[in-house]
């Protein structure tokens, strides 16, 4: 079994800064891809950032700049700092991770989201 636990988000003024994180725990050979997504009511998941494990990252067009994802190997953990936040920002962030286990098995894993909230 593998479980994430996401921790970060909150409630901040436009301008501000927020960073999330995400740990990963269970039963891991290694972990290859993490990434974070974004989802509002009625729109469908979207891409923020990820990270691969050599440490190359792609950001959606909307947060470079403003965002940065990084990750803690022995840790086990990914993290996106978000700068210059702005309303539109206003999601649920997810994080994502390719986990490979014990077995050689490659398999793909959520968090249970965090509520990130910029006001005007």
């Known amino acids: 079994q593998v479980q994430l636990v996401e921790s970060g988000g909150g409630s901040v003024q436009t301008g501000g800064s927020l960073r999330l994180s995400c740990a990963v725990s269970?039963?891991?050979?290694?972990?290859?891809?993490m990434g974070w997504h974004r989802q509002t009511p009625g729109k469908q998941r979207e891409m923020v950032a990820d990270?691969?494990?050599?440490?190359?990252?792609n950001y959606a067009d909307s947060v470079k700049g403003r965002f940065t994802i990084s990750r803690d190997n022995p840790k086990n953990t990914v993290y996106l700092q978000m700068d210059n936040l702005k309303p539109e920002d206003t999601a649920v962030y997810y994080c994502?991770?390719?986990?490979?286990?014990?077995?050689?098995?490659?398999?793909?894993?959520w968090g249970q989201g965090t509520q990130v909230t910029v006001s005007s």
């Open positions: 269970g039963s891991i050979r290694s972990i290859g891809y």
């Open positions: 994502d991770v390719r986990v490979v286990n014990w077995n050689w098995r490659s398999t793909d894993y």
């Open positions: 990270i691969t494990s050599g440490g190359k990252t």
